[in-house]
């Protein structure tokens, strides 16, 4: 009787909880925020264990990567650096939602990056690295998106330092194989699966248009299998192989080229007179010390473009001005006697030499790139100018003893001429025994003469006068008075005339030529302009 009388109060509270009850079950469907807290809630999914684990079958995850930079190729520790995106995507059926009011309204979530520590991950690491860390700029760069069906996307920027085991036999003609290698640390390949993703159109190794490296040029780039096995089991690995292709053009212009240089002026000394002992011994001792001295969605983006205008002071006053005066300094040396062999030649060598290592010293300052910068143009001129003045000298050296030598010649000739005659005035007057003695020696002293481009004349002279003062003492002689030292200057004139011309010529055309090498130089690098392509 009692309860007949309650039921309807029964009722009218059973229906109020029920209401309640729904009314926040629709709230939690009805926002985001307890929407995502009931589907990775602790109670129903546990990041502890990995997806499809209960169905005893491994969990496939696809990989991309995208490779922003690749910089500092180290062949000294033989790694490099590269900045890239890191893409894995799998399936996890715990967070699948298609079956809720929130796969009409979407299909797609994308979580903040803090709530990836509340959902189950692949253990991925990089196997050949040496250093890395995750980019934090200006916020941690990962992204996490669940999609209805429960596949997730788990994006990250990765800056590495990976170990790349060079081949250096051919360097600097060489071509070398860099790997990215990414293996599971944990799982087995009964538990975890790596594949690269060949479902989408693009490529599953994608890589930066605008990468640019100073030494190296990416060639080619693959995508492999790898799985190990080790003594704790076969483990999911795949790699990436980069084939780079050593640019040349870097050390042509910082290697070979100077290295050529200093090889050629060493030539020179062949050219100097070998009684030049200390000009000599200066050149190749200075050219030794040089030789070993030594696509998932469209993202917003802004871009600011600073425009710079390098100060030039600092390089007119540190680099052109002193290897313009450089480049003079070695001009002074065509005024100089071509006789001064020591002065000249430590000139002309102590001027390339301050040229090769004033260029080593900026280099040293600035990027390795392959392009030619305007001032690798400007110390190269400096450097072709000073060399080319020491050539000169060589030049003016080999004229000058060539004719001196030819005229001594010429000269005891005409002196062994005058002495042949005496003989054979000897001849006439019965001196048969002295006259053949003094025969063979006057034909011994030519040939010498004529063998060596040279001859001692005044001793010739001396000897053939006390040979027909003994061997005649009592004849008349005819005299033949010739002065040795007039007769070389009158000869010499022309020789020294010869090599002063062409120092004549040299002293005008080479400051000629640098002005105008300065004229088109400055002309047109301050004139140039550099366009840069901004994607």
Same mark, same amino acid.
């Given at each position: $009787?009692?309860?007949? *009388?309650?039921?309807?109060?029964?009722?009218?509270?059973?229906?109020?909880?029920?209401?309640?009850?729904?009314?926040r !079950?629709?709230?939690?469907?009805?926002?985001v925020?307890?929407?995502?807290?009931?589907?990775?809630?602790?109670?129903?999914?546990?990041?502890?264990?990995?997806?499809?684990?209960?169905?005893?079958?491994?969990?496939?995850?696809?990989?991309? #990567?995208?490779?922003n930079?690749?910089?500092?190729?180290?062949?000294?520790?033989?790694?490099?650096?590269?900045?890239?995106?890191?893409?894995?995507?799998?399936?996890?059926?715990?967070?699948?939602?298609?079956?809720?009011?929130?796969?009409?309204?979407?299909?797609?979530?994308? @979580?903040?990056?803090?709530?990836?520590?509340?959902?189950?991950?692949?253990?991925?690491?990089? *196997?050949?690295? +040496?250093?890395?860390?995750?980019?934090?700029?200006?916020?941690?760069?990962?992204l996490?998106?669940?999609?209805?069906?429960g596949?997730?996307?788990?994006?990250? *920027?990765?800056?590495?330092?990976?170990?790349?085991?060079?081949?250096l036999?051919?360097?600097?003609?060489?071509?070398?194989?860099?790997? &990215?290698?990414?293996?599971?640390?944990?799982?087995?390949?009964?538990?975890?699966?790596?594949?690269?993703?060949?479902? !989408?159109?693009?490529?599953?190794?994608?890589?930066?248009? /605008?990468?640019?490296?100073?030494?190296?040029?990416?060639s080619?780039?693959?995508?492999?299998?790898?799985?190990?096995?080790?003594?704790?089991g !076969?483990?999911?690995?795949?790699?990436?192989?980069?084939? @780079?292709?050593?640019?040349?053009?870097?050390?042509?212009?910082?290697?070979?080229?100077?290295?050529t240089?200093?090889?050629?002026?060493?030539?020179?000394?062949?050219? #100097? /007179?070998?009684?030049?002992?200390?000009?000599r011994?200066?050149?190749?001792l200075?050219?030794?010390?040089?030789?070993?001295?030594?696509?998932?969605?469209?993202?917003?983006?802004?871009?600011?473009?600073?425009?710079?205008?390098?100060?030039?002071?600092?390089?007119?006053?540190?680099?052109?001005?002193?290897?313009?005066?450089?480049?003079?300094?070695?001009?002074?040396?065509?005024?100089? /006697?071509?006789?001064?062999?020591?002065?000249?030649?430590?000139?002309?060598?102590?001027? &390339?030499?301050?040229?090769?290592?004033?260029s !080593?010293?900026?280099?040293?300052?600035?990027?390795?790139?392959?392009?030619?910068k305007?001032?690798?143009?400007? $110390?190269?001129?400096?450097?072709?100018?000073?060399?080319?003045? @020491?050539?000169?000298?060589?030049?003016?050296?080999?004229?000058? %003893?060539?004719?001196?030598?030819?005229?001594?010649?010429?000269?005891? +000739?005409? &002196?062994?001429?005058? %002495?042949?005659?005496?003989?054979?005035?000897?001849?006439? /007057?019965?001196?048969?025994?002295?006259?053949?003695?003094? $025969?063979?020696?006057?034909?011994?002293?030519?040939?010498?003469?004529?063998? +060596?481009?040279?001859?001692?004349?005044?001793?010739t002279?001396?000897?053939?006068?006390? $040979?027909?003062?003994?061997?005649?003492?009592?004849?008349?002689?005819?005299?033949?008075?010739?002065?040795?030292?007039?007769?070389?200057?009158?000869?010499?004139?022309?020789?020294?005339?010869s090599?002063?011309?062409?120092?004549? #010529?040299?002293?005008?055309?080479?400051?000629?030529?640098?002005?105008?090498?300065?004229?088109?130089?400055?002309?047109?690098?301050?004139?140039?302009?550099?366009?840069?392509?901004?994607?």
């Amino acid at each position: $009787m009692h309860l007949s *009388r309650d039921f309807p109060y029964l009722i009218t509270i059973f229906t109020l909880v029920f209401s309640t009850h729904y009314s926040r !079950s629709g709230a939690a469907i009805n926002t985001v925020e307890e929407f995502l807290d009931t589907l990775i809630n602790s109670s129903r999914y546990d990041r502890r264990i990995r997806p499809f684990f209960d169905q005893r079958r491994a969990c496939n995850v696809t990989m991309t #990567i995208h490779i922003n930079t690749i910089s500092a190729i180290n062949e000294v520790n033989m790694d490099y650096n590269t900045d890239l995106i890191f893409r894995q995507s799998w399936y996890d059926p715990r967070l699948n939602y298609s079956g809720t009011d929130w796969a009409a309204k979407s299909p797609e979530i994308t @979580l903040h990056y803090s709530l990836i520590d509340r959902i189950w991950v692949p253990d991925s690491f990089f *196997r050949n690295a +040496k250093e890395g860390k995750r980019s934090d700029i200006t916020v941690p760069n990962r992204l996490i998106r669940v999609h209805r069906d429960g596949k997730v996307l788990y994006s990250q *920027r990765l800056l590495l330092k990976l170990d790349c085991q060079m081949k250096l036999q051919k360097f600097p003609l060489d071509n070398q194989t860099c790997v &990215v290698n990414i293996g599971s640390y944990g799982f087995a390949t009964t538990d975890l699966a790596f594949f690269w993703d060949q479902a !989408s159109n693009i490529s599953a190794i994608r890589v930066n248009e /605008d990468l640019e490296m100073p030494d190296f040029v990416l060639s080619n780039h693959e995508a492999k299998y790898c799985n190990r096995t080790t003594a704790t089991g !076969s483990f999911a690995c795949i790699e990436v192989h980069l084939s @780079l292709q050593r640019n040349i053009n870097l050390y042509l212009q910082q290697l070979y080229l100077p290295s050529t240089l200093i090889v050629a002026l060493s030539f020179i000394a062949f050219w #100097i /007179d070998y009684k030049s002992h200390p000009a000599r011994t200066l050149l190749s001792l200075l050219l030794i010390v040089t030789v070993t001295t030594k696509a998932e969605g469209s993202f917003t983006c802004l871009l600011v473009v600073l425009h710079l205008k390098r100060l030039f002071g600092y390089y007119l006053v540190q680099v052109y001005i002193p290897s313009m005066l450089i480049v003079i300094l070695s001009f002074v040396s065509f005024w100089i /006697d071509h006789k001064s062999v020591p002065a000249r030649i430590s000139v002309g060598l102590l001027t &390339v030499l301050t040229v090769t290592t004033q260029s !080593s010293g900026i280099r040293s300052q600035l990027p390795r790139v392959s392009y030619i910068k305007a001032i690798d143009v400007w $110390m190269s001129a400096c450097l072709v100018f000073v060399f080319a003045g @020491l050539l000169e000298y060589a030049l003016v050296n080999v004229i000058a %003893r060539k004719g001196e030598l030819r005229q001594q010649v010429r000269f005891s +000739k005409e &002196v062994i001429g005058n %002495r042949l005659a005496q003989v054979h005035f000897y001849k006439k /007057d019965g001196g048969h025994q002295s006259n053949a003695e003094t $025969m063979e020696t006057l034909v011994h002293k030519t040939s010498n003469a004529e063998r +060596k481009l040279s001859g001692n004349t005044t001793n010739t002279h001396v000897h053939y006068s006390s $040979m027909s003062n003994t061997n005649a003492p009592s004849q008349p002689t005819p005299q033949v008075v010739v002065s040795q030292p007039a007769q070389l200057a009158i000869a010499a004139k022309p020789v020294r005339d010869s090599a002063q011309f062409v120092d004549l #010529i040299s002293a005008v055309l080479f400051p000629v030529a640098f002005i105008v090498f300065n004229i088109i130089y400055w002309m047109v690098y301050l004139n140039m302009h550099v366009e840069y392509i901004l994607k």
